[in-house]
């Protein structure tokens, strides 16, 4: 893999081409980027809601009504859809759950790294909780960091993705249920390939990022 190559390749897709589909090969890695994905403290903060269904993405779609109607083709035709859900609180149950996991796959050469691990999960939280008072704004950020390494992934796949703010969280928290589950709604990426007519295809109009000159300061 060419990583400049991946990098000019990949844009936010406007236009999907509803007649091509993701294999189920492909999803399985797609997937794949999805749990492996790094985070602080390996918090794992986040929950999937994949649509691949036409019902599937109809539901997905109710998050695109009203103002946000400009976005519903990017759902509905796109061949996948994945909802970013972020934890909207994190305690020691869930530390010791995250431990508990790490410990039956092998983390763990002993119980006082294992019963360490937890202390190190629980003052970071703490901080976040307590000191900084951000502890959601955090758990969000580790999904971020997930939807960053998602779209690079899908883009060495050659599955084009489009990640979308501009959707209606609520709404897709009342559909999906998230809130009672622990959960709310970040962001919307839809996934599979773009079509000929997509005048935001690198094909048609090159893409422009700031000079190096502005961005890096090497030393």
């Given at each position: 893999m060419n990583l400049k190559e991946v990098l000019n390749w990949r844009y936010t897709t406007k236009e999907f081409?509803?007649?091509k589909k993701i294999t189920k090969e492909d999803m399985d890695q797609v997937k794949s980027l999805?749990?492996?994905s790094a985070s602080s403290v390996n918090l794992q903060p986040?929950?999937?809601?994949?649509?691949e269904t036409e019902e599937g993405k109809a539901?997905?779609?109710k998050g695109t009504q009203g103002f946000f109607h400009f976005n519903e083709p990017k759902v509905t035709n796109a061949s996948a859809v994945v909802l970013f859900c972020a934890k909207t609180d994190a305690d020691e149950d869930y530390y010791k759950h995250i431990a508990d996991v790490d410990d039956k796959n092998g983390r763990f050469p002993n119980e006082d790294i294992k019963n360490g691990f937890i202390?190190?999960?629980k003052t970071f939280a703490d901080i976040h909780?307590?000191?900084l008072k951000d502890l959601n704004h955090w758990m969000e950020k580790q999904v971020y960091l997930n939807i960053?390494?998602?779209l690079l992934g899908v883009a060495s796949l050659g599955i084009d993705a489009t990640p979308m703010e501009g959707i209606d969280i609520k709404a897709l928290d009342e559909e999906f249920g998230l809130r009672e589950k622990g959960f709310t709604a970040l962001v919307a990426v839809s996934i599979g390939y773009r079509a000929e007519s997509d005048f935001n295809s690198t094909d048609k109009t090159p893409k422009s990022r700031l000079p190096e000159s502005e961005i890096f300061t090497e030393i």
């Open positions: 081409d509803p007649t999805l749990r492996m986040w929950h999937f809601i994949i649509a539901r997905m779609a202390g190190a999960v909780k307590y000191d960053g390494s998602f």
